[in-house]
């Protein structure tokens, strides 16, 4: 803890009074109003408090789960307008990692509360420049396209390593983008084929920048006995978009990436990802007001996994040895939304000669958040700090993290702090067991 004091739970200037379960709904039709029964499942127990990093950082019970709800509640009733700048401030600073769902005793769906609170007040008001313009670029398979070559081609130049320590947003980003280069590596990738035709979810941030990341999840699924199949038109899976409430845009990439696994034939739709996995998983929640797409949407979430999930299945295959130490931190859309614990550590487990140092605080957010890093960043560099401090502690070599925001986030924080350590994607030390057998 930083601070001296906390801040009472509700703000007496923010919420002139406090409403009865009774009142009535001032915003109805909208998915706040939607997510109603959501918000009365919370009792203000306070067991979301110490996992809450926001609350943690900032001390305020505004910025918990419990106080978010609150004023979420007070929105639904009237007694806080849409555009009360208490509302936004605090609905704006949370990560979104969804960590209080873990700790939640009844059942709060935080996530998809956030998501309504969001997309209810983007009626009211705009996002940030820098947000409207990368949800605009991500929603334009063309423009997204463009923007990753011409990230590639500045990191090819070595500029963005010389510019990492530059203090404030550009150095940051500077540092996530030169974070991002990864070694070439390529050897024959075979199995027996039996496990099932899969499909990858390339991802926008994951090929466009991460893509040997996406080789090497390839080559290991190969390895592991499953067929790898194409599905052209898959588009970004809408996350980002669906995080900061602008819905059409979710839905329109969600309906698009459901035709185009559908027509690929898949068994399985494979995710590196975590919090694309998470989006995807919760298709069926974000199209079950569809007619048309609902069932569909159902189906579709019921074949998609993280890698670690499919290639725990197969054993994994072991591979050669890997002599190095690393740590694991575990994704927030990982850990909380998908509760998929144990399999990234088992398939590291599998590695033979490699040495796995236990992380404090690894089911803690990094920071990251999307792209919360670059609309909030003090915020998000005071939740990064201890992320940091306790890596620095373990030792280790590599830093291994199944998602593209905390591969970058994790990977810029320990180059600006000087740290020697790497993040890396667990299926790539998986691959590079193979590529030494």
């Known amino acids: ?24 709904c001032a915003l109805p039709g909208t998915p706040l109003a939607a997510m109603r029964s959501g918000i ?6 306070g067991f979301c408090l110490q996992s809450c990093p926001t609350y943690l950082t900032l001390e305020d019970e505004n910025d918990s789960p419990r106080g978010r709800v609150l004023l979420m509640k007070s929105a639904l009733e009237g007694t806080l307008a849409l555009d009360n700048p208490s509302l936004e401030t605090h609905i704006d600073r949370c990560l979104g990692c969804r960590a209080c769902e873990t700790a939640c005793p009844s059942g709060v769906p935080y996530g998809h509360l956030l998501e309504a609170t969001r997309a209810t007040m983007a009626a009211k008001r ?36 010389l510019l990492s320590r530059l203090p404030g947003r550009l150095g940051f980003a500077m540092a996530m983008l030169a974070s991002t280069k990864r070694r070439r590596r390529a050897y024959a990738a075979s199995g027996n084929d039996q496990r ?5 979810l390339l991802g926008c941030v994951m090929e466009g920048l991460l893509d040997e990341a996406n080789r090497a999840t390839e080559r290991a699924l190969r390895v592991n006995g499953y067929t790898m199949i194409d599905a052209p038109g898959q588009r970004c899976c809408g ?57 569909r949407a159902a189906s579709f979430s019921s074949k998609v996994r993280d890698i670690s999930e499919l290639l725990v299945a197969a054993g994994p295959v072991r591979g050669g040895e890997v002599r190095t130490t690393v740590t694991y931190d575990a994704p927030c859309h990982l850990l909380h ?14 590695i033979p000669a490699l040495r796995l140092a236990p992380l404090e605080g690894a089911e803690h957010c990094c920071g990251a958040a999307g792209i919360y890093n670059l609309v909030e960043p003090d915020t998000s560099n005071a939740v990064l700090a201890p992320k940091l401090r306790n890596i620095a502690a373990t030792g280790a070599e590599l830093v291994a993290t199944g998602n593209a925001g905390c591969l970058m986030q994790i990977g810029a924080g320990m180059r600006r702090a000087g740290l020697r350590a790497r993040a890396v994607h667990p299926v790539e030390l998986l691959d590079e067991s193979y590529a030494e057998r």
């Open 1 to 24: 803890m930083t601070g001296t004091r906390r801040r009472a739970l509700v703000d007496e200037r923010a919420i002139p009074s406090q409403p009865s379960r009774e009142a009535p």
């Open 40 to 45: 009365d499942a919370c009792v203000h127990c």
């Open 126 to 161: 705009r996002l940030p420049f820098v947000a409207r313009l990368i949800l605009w670029v991500f929603a334009r398979p063309g423009l997204l396209s463009m923007a990753m070559s011409m990230s590639r081609a500045l990191r090819g130049t070595g500029i963005p390593a």
């Open 196 to 200: 099932g035709r899969v499909a990858l």
């Open 239 to 295: 996350a980002l978009h669906a995080h900061a409430g602008d819905m059409r845009h979710a839905l329109s990439l969600a309906r698009a990436n459901i035709d185009a696994f559908e027509r690929s034939g898949a068994q399985y739709v494979c995710t590196n990802a975590a919090g694309c996995g998470a989006m995807m998983k919760e298709y069926a929640h974000l199209l079950a007001n569809d007619a048309q797409y609902a069932e």
């Open 337 to 350: 939304a998908q509760r998929i614990v144990d399999p990234p550590l088992a398939l590291l487990r599998a």
